[in-house]
């Protein structure tokens, strides 16, 4: 079943527009300062940067197969159902809800309200991040047309105030900090278990580049438009994303940065002068709107899709007369309300990386089944650089995650008992 065929109402623009505003958000802009107080190299950060974009990448040209052979929304819960099992499908399922969009909407909306509050100090992160959970929740929940008109513009606004960033601080600032940290040697820093978890914690702010997936089933000409949405954004946002840590790092001490939640903000500061900088983080404060926004719209279609599979769930799967899954949308705004008022940043980063790794790289070893189970399936889409490309994209999963147990151990046994009350649920609700 391809559900939403006869709602095929979002194009190409919005939907590279969608990956690109669920990629660029709270990591980006907040991740950077864990990895220069843990990793001792600026060049490893960087590189760090560099490993996560082609990490993306991978999975993108994997997911591109997967979801031009199966259009249907619902991104890793309908795949891994389709290709294993119902029961797979929905503990993914169930991971998109607490970890995939909800954790991350909180996360951005606290990230949100702190540049807010940088910005206009009577303003407080918590009250400004629950008023733009609820508003944006609304807006999406009522209608789909409008509210991707607003997901476009944001994101627009978006890539242009990075690239403003990035030109900027070119323009403004010498590279000296880069070559001259004096620290750890650049090789040695990349291949200690610092550096494993800092990638945890990039796939974070990397996390959305399958964001096209989830909206599959509402996809004009989902053949050729989805891999051009997820390979053409995740490339996009891999460029921006290594300009801007590049000013970032070039900019600022590293001693000024270790640790700091908000690089953005300290960065701005030092390139643009007190003044300019408050400036280019009330753009950030936007920003971000757009990454709520983004999560908000892609997430309810998981969620939908589940409805229409499990009866138990079926009020997931209404919608208004314009289109808006209303329920589903309301459900993870709940979510994510309790986690904005009870979330510690750090933690939850590695939580959502070592998560949705494990989603990620179960969804891509699919591509692999699929091929052999299904030979004769039509794929549009074939992923360039096969096996190479989502082998080496299982490989870096797996690394990463056993180094986040080790290292890590709270947030991943967090996120393995999420995996496990998934299926737990499945057993509860399952249709008997």
């Excluded at 979801?67 to 797979?88: K, W």
């Excluded at 508003?135 to 476009?152: C, E, M, R, W």
């Excluded at 070893?365 to 889409?381: A, I, N, S, T």
């Excluded at 992923?383 to 797996?398: D, E, H």
Aim: charged fraction near 10%; glycine fraction near 10%.
């Amino acid at each position: 079943m391809d559900n939403g065929s006869s709602q095929r109402r979002l194009g190409l623009v919005t939907a590279i527009l969608l990956v690109v505003a669920s990629m660029v958000g709270t990591g980006v802009f907040t991740t950077t300062g864990f990895l220069v107080r843990d990793v001792h190299s600026l060049p490893a950060v960087l590189a760090a940067w560099l490993v996560g974009g082609l990490f993306a990448l991978c999975g993108a040209l994997s997911y591109a197969e997967l979801v031009a052979a199966l259009p249907r929304n619902g991104g890793e819960y309908q795949l891994l159902g389709r290709v294993f099992h119902p029961a797979v499908g929905f503990v993914a399922g169930w991971i998109s809800l607490v970890v995939g969009f909800s954790a991350p909407i909180a996360a951005s909306a606290l990230a949100c309200g702190s540049y807010a509050q940088a910005v206009v100090p009577r303003l407080h992160a918590t009250v400004v991040a629950l008023v733009l959970v609820t508003a944006l929740s609304l807006l999406h929940a009522a209608h789909v047309t409008v509210g991707s008109g607003v997901q476009n513009a944001f994101a627009l606004a978006k890539v242009a105030l990075i690239v403003a960033f990035v030109l900027g601080g070119v323009t403004l600032v010498f590279p000296g900090h880069l070559s001259g940290d004096g620290a750890r040697p650049a090789l040695e820093a990349m291949l200690s278990p610092a550096f494993a978890v800092g990638l945890v914690f990039i796939s974070f702010a990397y996390s959305g580049w399958n964001g096209a997936a989830y909206l599959a089933g509402e996809v004009r000409d989902p053949a050729r438009t989805l891999p051009l949405a997820l390979v053409g954004g995740t490339a996009l946002v891999t460029l921006l994303y290594l300009g801007l840590n590049a000013v970032f790092l070039a900019a600022t001490p590293a001693a000024d940065l270790a640790g700091v939640v908000e690089v953005g903000h300290v960065a701005a500061l030092r390139i643009f002068g007190a003044d300019t900088g408050v400036l280019f983080s009330a753009g950030i404060a936007l920003l971000l709107v757009s990454s709520v926004s983004a999560m908000i719209m892609a997430g309810p279609r998981v969620y939908q899709a589940m409805g229409e599979d499990h009866p138990r769930l079926g009020f997931l799967a209404r919608r208004t007369s314009h289109g808006g899954p209303a329920a589903a949308v309301a459900l993870q705004g709940v979510v994510a309300v309790v986690m904005v008022l009870t979330a510690t940043f750090e933690t939850l980063l590695a939580y959502i990386g070592f998560t949705l790794a494990l989603s990620a790289g179960l969804t891509v070893v699919g591509v692999m089944v699929l091929r052999r189970r299904e030979p004769e399936l039509d794929r549009p889409c074939r992923t360039w650089g096969y096996p190479v490309t989502p082998l080496g994209f299982v490989a870096l999963c797996l690394w990463m995650s056993a180094h986040a147990l080790w290292q890590r151990p709270v947030a991943a046994l967090a996120g393995l008992a999420t995996i496990a009350s998934g299926w737990v649920l499945y057993a509860l609700i399952r249709k008997r």
